[in-house]
C-alpha cells in the first residue's frame, strides 16, 4: 500500500530555515511526480513546490520561489523541502503528495495528485 510520511517540521523564528522529508513507500515513487502543498488554518490548500521523476522540471509558487528548494532522491524514495528566510505567513501544515499516473509537467492543484501524506506543522514565530 502506497504511503508517504512527512518529517522535519516544527518551530522556527523569522528569517530561519527547516528542512522537511517526505518518505515513500509501497509503490516505485521514483517514477511519479512528487509535490509539496500547504494549508493554513482556515485557508485552502496551496501548491508550494512539486518536482518531476526524473528532476528534469521544478516548480515552485511564487510566494517562496528563491527561498524554498525541492528535491528528491528517487534511489531511497524520498522528497526534500529546503525552506530557508521563512516568514510568519509560511506557517502552515505541510504536505507531501505523489501523482502515479504519467505527466510530463508538474501539476499545481490538488487534483493533480492521488496520494498523501499526514503533514508536518510548520510554525514560523515572530
Known amino acids: 500500500q502506497a504511503e508517504l510520511v512527512e518529517s522535519g517540521g516544527g518551530l522556527v523564528q523569522v528569517g530561519g530555515s527547516l528542512s522537511l522529508s517526505c518518505a515513500a513507500s509501497?509503490?516505485?515513487?521514483?517514477?511519479?511526480?512528487m509535490g509539496w502543498f500547504r494549508q493554513a488554518p482556515g485557508k485552502e490548500r496551496e501548491f508550494v513546490g512539486g518536482?518531476?521523476?526524473?528532476?528534469?522540471?521544478?516548480e515552485y509558487a511564487d510566494s517562496v520561489k528563491d527561498r524554498f528548494t525541492v528535491s528528491r532522491d528517487s534511489a531511497r524514495n524520498m522528497l526534500f523541502l529546503q525552506m530557508n528566510s521563512l516568514k510568519v505567513e509560511d506557517t502552515a501544515v505541510y504536505l507531501c503528495?505523489?501523482?502515479?499516473?504519467?505527466?510530463?509537467?508538474?501539476?499545481?492543484?490538488?487534483?493533480?495528485?492521488?496520494?498523501w501524506g499526514q503533514g508536518t506543522q510548520v510554525t514560523v514565530s515572530s
Open positions: 518536482v518531476t521523476y526524473s528532476s528534469s522540471q521544478v
Open positions: 503528495a505523489a501523482r502515479t499516473t504519467f505527466t510530463s509537467v508538474v501539476p499545481r492543484t490538488t487534483t493533480g495528485y492521488n496520494i
Open positions: 509501497g509503490q516505485a515513487f521514483n517514477s511519479y511526480v
